[in-house]
């Protein structure tokens, strides 16, 4: 199918993420003349990348790696879909002026986890609102005034119902600045706020000097936007706009659905629960990249007791949470990226709590007992954060640095449950890291069944 109708996209973040994943699929839509649009970069806050991007007039290197159907596949994309970037910071009334041009008919964004929030001292006035739902509201309003359509929305923001819980925060700062039923009557018959769940590691800019040596002289200058990425990718998105873009059509492992949940409970507890339960232990370990993880016969066989004897038979243990697993230890072997360490730690306080911590207390409800791998991964979690590598808010690392075991157990805005009945456990497992070194520790709690 041809589809020469123009539509375009704004874009909220210039990340590595979506210029790894979103900016990809379009690129490869328009090469294949399923789409024909561009995409505008909005930046979602006053720290960015836009003008760097801007200044390469928007265009970067794609390296997209790794084995696909036991072949080698070492991908190079210069991609240029992007058109402009705009910084609502210093050109609010570039930003708003998108709201006039009909063409555009798709809203992505990707602010992180902290992104999609209200700030209740953000003004209709302010140019801009401070938070990305804020900046948002205020585009969607100028929509309205215009009487224009509205936009089918795709937040990939790595929240439980990220669309659910965009539309709820648009819909707080109509009533927060007093705005009309009849916009809000618009914000519901008009647009469609999607949930979708990503999936594609994206590394980003090359940390290691000798693979960006390599790079930079593969394409012939310095582009400080290049982008690394596995070749691996799943998009699950709530809703069916498949006749306006044609993801799948164009081969991209892209699922329409009207309920997103069950593939993202597994993608969440099984890839992102192995990499939080696996990296903070491996750091202390002293290794430094995934790909050195699975190397090493020690962390390889923790990673596999935590996937396959605890995180699988917790959520359920399906063939396809079987067929997930296995699929992630080939994405972490991945031989042509290195993903370090250091950038999954970042914020692992908060990724414990969703992506690890629901498994060990589901596994106990299950089973009777904790699992010891993921209940030893909360103690080298305590003991990574007495180290100073552990990068978090001000206000949890000193937590973490000052505190024992139980009184960060005992810490309900941490892990928003009650851990007492863990303490003794992690307490034993902190103690023989402190006792017998990391290395021990890991040795014995890969044979360890029953705690
Ligand atoms: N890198 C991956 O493999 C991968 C895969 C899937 C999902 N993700 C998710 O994507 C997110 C971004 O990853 P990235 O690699 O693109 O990081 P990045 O640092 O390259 O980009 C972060 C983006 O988020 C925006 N941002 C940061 N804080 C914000 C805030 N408070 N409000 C609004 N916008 C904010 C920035 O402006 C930037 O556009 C991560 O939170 C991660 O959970 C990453
Ligand atoms: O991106 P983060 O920092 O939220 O989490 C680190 C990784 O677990 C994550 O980036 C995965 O690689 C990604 O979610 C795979 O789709």
Redesign the pocket.
């Known amino acids: 199918m041809e589809n020469k109708e123009l539509k375009r996209v704004i874009q909220?973040?210039?990340?590595?993420?979506?210029?790894?994943?979103v900016d990809d699929f379009l690129y490869e839509l328009k090469e294949k003349n399923l789409f024909n649009g561009d995409v505008v970069v909005v930046?979602?806050?006053k720290?960015?990348?836009c003008d760097v991007l801007e200044k390469q007039d928007c265009n970067y290197n794609l390296y997209l790696r790794g084995i696909e159907n036991g072949q080698v596949v070492n991908e190079h994309k210069f991609i240029d879909i992007i058109s402009h970037c705009i910084n609502p910071y210093i050109s609010f009334e570039e930003y708003l002026d998108l709201a006039n041009d009909k063409n555009f008919r798709f809203i992505v964004?990707?602010?992180?986890?902290?992104?999609?929030?209200v700030n209740e001292d953000d003004k209709f006035e302010d140019k801009p609102a401070s938070?990305?739902p804020g900046k948002l509201t205020q585009l969607l309003y100028k929509r309205y005034e215009n009487n224009l359509p509205g936009f089918i929305v795709l937040s990939?923001?790595?929240i439980d119902n990220n669309g659910l819980e965009l539309k709820k925060c648009v819909n707080k700062y109509i009533e927060l600045w007093e705005l009309e039923e009849g916009f809000k009557r618009w914000i519901d018959t008009e647009n469609d706020f999607c949930s979708t769940l990503?999936?594609?590691?994206?590394?980003?800019y090359p940390k290691d000097e000798a693979e960006l040596k390599k790079l930079e002289a593969e394409i012939g200058y310095k582009d400080l936007c290049l982008d690394t990425?596995e070749i691996f990718h799943q998009w699950v998105i709530e809703g069916n706009y498949e006749s306006e873009l044609p993801l799948q059509e164009a081969g991209f492992n892209v699922i329409w659905t009207d309920d997103v949940s069950p593939y993202k409970k597994r993608k969440v507890r099984i890839l992102?629960g192995a990499h939080t339960s696996m990296v903070l232990g491996a750091r202390l370990y002293g290794l430094s990249t995934v790909r050195e993880c699975l190397e090493d016969e020690t962390i390889n066989k923790f990673l596999r007791k935590c996937i396959f004897k605890e995180i699988i038979p917790a959520i359920g243990g399906s063939d396809e949470d079987l067929k997930f697993g296995n699929a992630v230890i080939e994405r972490f072997s991945n031989p042509f990226i290195e993903?370090q360490l250091l950038?999954i730690a970042l914020n692992s306080v908060s990724k414990f709590d969703v992506r690890v911590l629901p498994t060990i207390l589901e596994y106990r409800e299950k089973f009777g007992y904790y699992p010891a791998g993921l209940s030893f991964s909360m103690a080298a979690l305590i003991k990574f954060y007495k180290t100073n590598e552990a990068n978090d808010s001000e206000e949890v690392m000193k937590f973490m640095a000052e505190n024992s075991v139980e009184d960060i157990l005992k810490n309900r805005d941490l892990w928003h449950s009650d851990l007492i009945e863990l303490i003794p456990i992690v307490q034993k497992y902190y103690d023989m890291i402190n006792e017998n070194g990391i290395e021990k520790a890991f040795e014995y709690v890969i044979e360890e069944e029953v705690i």
Do not use: K, W, Y
Request: proline share 2%.
């Open positions: 909220f973040g210039e990340g590595n993420f979506l210029r790894g994943f930046q979602p806050i720290q960015g990348m964004s990707n602010t992180t986890e902290s992104g999609i929030v938070s990305f990939c923001e790595l990503v999936d594609r590691i994206v590394t980003g990425a992102n993903h950038s």
